[in-house]
């Protein structure tokens, strides 16, 4: 055989590409510094100083992406990482007795992932993206040993896992006090609340969940999500077009949440 026919037989190099990842092999991961991060502020280096923050580097947090649609760690795996969201959005579920799906949470850059591994050490949630995103790997082991030897990183820490606890509260009281919509005004405004804290318009902004995931956190049928959705646009609260929402009042939306809770 010639080499001319050996190199005629050769695949190209996009053709080994395309076959490497139709068979799902990850791109090696990259490394990332928490001092050069565009979230540090709000994330796990918020509030420690800069020396400390150079010992995070020290880690090397592995960065990886992850596909809309993929599964980041399901409920039963072994816990061994914290997962900080550096952008997407993703949401946490779990699979209940009956088959059904019910989603706990939603978590967007800047926020951390999967300390509901650290009580019995597998995960008691799934964590899924809701569109293309990118985290960060904390190894726990190393990120404990790290905060053994400094009191602020234990007092982040501990914020984190404290910050998990009220949001677990804030659900509670959603779903047991609350009519849909208070619930759905509640919901709104934290996502509000959420995009100003990132240098995002609090007004107007791009839902990344369906209407039935949302239903799902706020113990609502996807057909009362929708009406909500309608009451609030035809009180002049919201404009919506599809998951596009512009809130017109905030004033408006946040005594239709405070008037419940006050």
């Known amino acids: 055989m010639t080499t001319a026919t050996l190199e005629a037989r050769r695949p190209e190099p996009t053709q080994v590409i395309a076959l490497r990842e139709a068979r799902g092999s990850a791109p090696a991961p990259l490394t990332t510094l928490c001092s050069s991060c565009h979230l540090k502020d709000i994330c796990l280096p918020c509030g420690l100083t800069g020396n400390e923050v150079e010992r995070l580097d020290g880690l ?3 960065r990886r992406k992850v596909k809309a649609g993929q599964t980041l760690y399901r409920q039963g795996d072994a816990f061994h ?3 900080a969201v550096r952008s997407g959005t ?11 799906e019910q989603v706990t949470g939603f978590h967007m850059a800047g926020e951390l992932m999967g300390l509901d591994g650290l009580a019995q050490g597998h995960h008691a949630s799934s964590a899924t993206a809701l569109e293309d995103a990118e985290i960060c790997s904390i190894p726990y082991a190393q990120l404990a040993e790290l905060s ?7 007092m982040v820490v501990s914020r984190l896992m404290s910050r998990e606890i009220v949001r677990e509260h804030n659900l509670m009281v959603l779903l047991g006090s609350m009519n849909a919509e208070e ?3 509640a919901f709104l405004l934290n996502i509000s609340q959420r995009m100003k804290a990132r240098g995002y318009s609090p007004h107007e ?6 209407r039935a995931e949302i239903g799902s956190y706020l113990g609502m049928k996807l057909e009362t999500v ?12 919201l404009e919506v077009d599809k998951r596009h929402i512009r809130i017109l009042d905030l004033a408006g939306l946040t005594r239709a949440f405070e008037l419940r809770v006050q």
Do not use: C, E, V, W
């Open 60 to 62: 090397q947090f592995a």
């Open 81 to 83: 990482y914290i997962y």
């Open 90 to 100: 993703f949401k946490s579920s779990l699979m209940l007795p009956d088959g059904r």
């Open 148 to 154: 053994s030897a400094s009191m602020n990183l234990q």
């Open 183 to 185: 619930r759905l005004a």
């Open 205 to 210: 902004f791009h839902l990344r969940m369906t």
């Open 226 to 237: 929708s009406r909500t959705f309608s009451a609030f646009q035809q009180q002049g609260l």
